[in-house]
């Protein structure tokens, strides 16, 4: 069986993978999944946005469900409709933090969470087989208008949050919406939680004129010399459809997504013990301040999708990746950038501390990252050499193969995307990092060559 999902759903270079012909397909696929009842539909700013809802709603309403469409929103906002609504499911259609040339359609259960694996292999096998419901003219569905969850969401927000602490403690913030769907509900936010706002890049605009829409330091420079000229406490940038959100703190200096998870979950874990689920990619600067604040720190495959679905089975308070996406379950099991956003400043708020003071005090590690080239149908004999050759060490295999030494570790994963498998080696200081990174790069190459 083909694939059709990645770890984040379905996604490809516009007009050339991701077409008009596959969003019908996909669509008539996805109402065959969902049988009947009305669907969700919301999109980010991204310039296909239009084509594609247009050719993904036709192939729904075939098989006779109904679509509620909700406009330009954030993803988190559409799943909150779902999740506060009886709507059968919803559908995002998103290209995320990619460039403007790509764009991607995420489904959602009637949770409000992104699919579970089983239930896109349901949708994968309808449209490889082109099994589609088809209704007949009578049953037809129909599309209406709902905007209503720009509201709706802001005060589900805001509502999460201590507003008035927030308000009391009057912030300045800058806001980088990187001309995405952050744009319709983040500025909001802020200003009814007493901010003086400074925007950046909140005009709507799916060719990202600002900067490219993935949060990383290069991407974040003007927001960076914003903070500074303008005094802020604090800078937050969201991704294209603001599931995420990176931080800058009031010296201008970027805040690495682990440290401010793990800052996230020190203050989760202050009002209420429990689990955090993090994937086993990320920083023990996270698995630190958990174990620390005498909370149960637990690791899942990689992903955002499985990180929420992993949260919602054991009950966590809190979760997330270390590229700025969290979850919170009090709100809902999906990232949310507003909502991250919002906890971060209310943090400030509640410590009095300042952002680069509370960074600060976490645990500091360095990872070093290194990539090792292998044919795809080569990766699965590949890691099971490698496990072999270390068979005296104890090894993890939540997700790839996880190595654990004394405050150090080394992760080699195959990439779901590209013909290779990726090395991370975490240690104390860079020049241990850089040491493992190299000998299990090593190994795996060795590993690589005898599987060929
Ligand atoms: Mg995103």
Not at 25 to 49: C, K, M, N, Q, Y
Not at 220 to 232: I, M, P, R, Y
Not at 371 to 381: A, L, S
């Amino acid at each position: 069986m083909n694939r059709l999902f990645g770890t984040n759903g379905v996604r490809g270079i516009v007009n050339s993978d991701m077409n008009v012909n596959l969003a019908v397909d996909l669509g008539r696929a996805i109402g065959t999944f969902f049988r009947e009842g009305e669907v969700a539909i919301a999109s980010d700013t991204i310039t296909s946005a239009d084509m594609l809802k247009n050719a993904v709603v036709a192939g729904v309403l075939s098989t006779g469900l109904s679509v509620s469409d909700l406009g330009v929103l954030p993803s988190p906002s559409l799943q909150f409709a779902v999740k506060k609504t009886n709507y059968s499911g919803g559908i995002i259609i998103t290209a995320s933090h990619n460039p403007p040339e790509f764009n991607g359609v995420k489904v959602i259960d009637s949770l409000g969470l992104e699919l579970a694996r089983k239930d896109e292999e349901e949708i994968e096998a309808h449209y490889f087989r082109k099994s589609f419901r088809t209704s007949d003219w009578q049953t037809i569905g129909g599309t209406r208008l709902d905007n209503r969850w720009k509201d709706e969401y802001v005060q589900g927000v805001v509502g999460k949050l201590d507003a008035e602490s927030i308000r009391k403690a009057g912030f300045k913030v800058v806001l980088d919406c990187a001309n995405g769907a952050g744009y319709q509900t983040s500025p909001d936010i802020m200003d009814r939680l007493g901010c003086e706002v400074v925007l950046l890049n909140d005009e709507p605009d799916g060719r990202f004129p600002g900067h490219p829409s993935e949060p990383t330091p290069a991407n974040l420079k003007d927001l960076a010399t914003t903070v500074e000229k303008s005094n802020a406490d604090i800078g937050i940038a969201h991704d294209g459809d603001a599931d995420r959100t990176i931080f800058v703190d009031e010296n201008a200096d970027f805040v690495d997504g682990d440290k401010s998870l793990a800052l996230m979950a020190l203050f989760v874990l202050k009002e209420r013990k429990g689990s955090v689920v993090t994937p086993v990619s990320s920083s023990s600067c996270v698995g630190d301040v958990v174990k620390e604040s005498g909370g149960n720190i637990l690791y899942s495959k990689v992903g955002a999708p499985i990180v929420a679905r992993t949260m919602l089975e054991k009950k966590a308070v809190f979760g997330g990746e270390e590229n700025g996406g969290m979850i919170f379950p009090e709100h809902q099991y999906c990232r949310d950038g507003a909502m991250a956003a919002g906890k971060m400043i209310e943090i400030l708020a509640e410590s009095g501390e300042s952002l680069s003071k509370l960074i600060s005090k976490l645990p500091e590690y360095h990872l070093q990252k290194m990539k090792v080239i292998c044919p795809d149908d080569k990766k699965e004999k590949a890691l099971a050499l490698m496990e072999k050759s270390l068979s005296t060490k104890e090894i993890d295999k939540t997700d790839g193969l996880k190595i654990y030494g004394e405050s150090e570790w080394v992760l080699v994963r195959s990439s779901g995307t590209e013909p290779i498998v990726r090395v991370y080696a975490e240690a104390k200081d860079k020049s241990r990092a850089e040491e493992l990174a190299k000998e299990y790069a090593d190994i795996l190459k060795d590993a690589v060559e005898q599987a060929s």
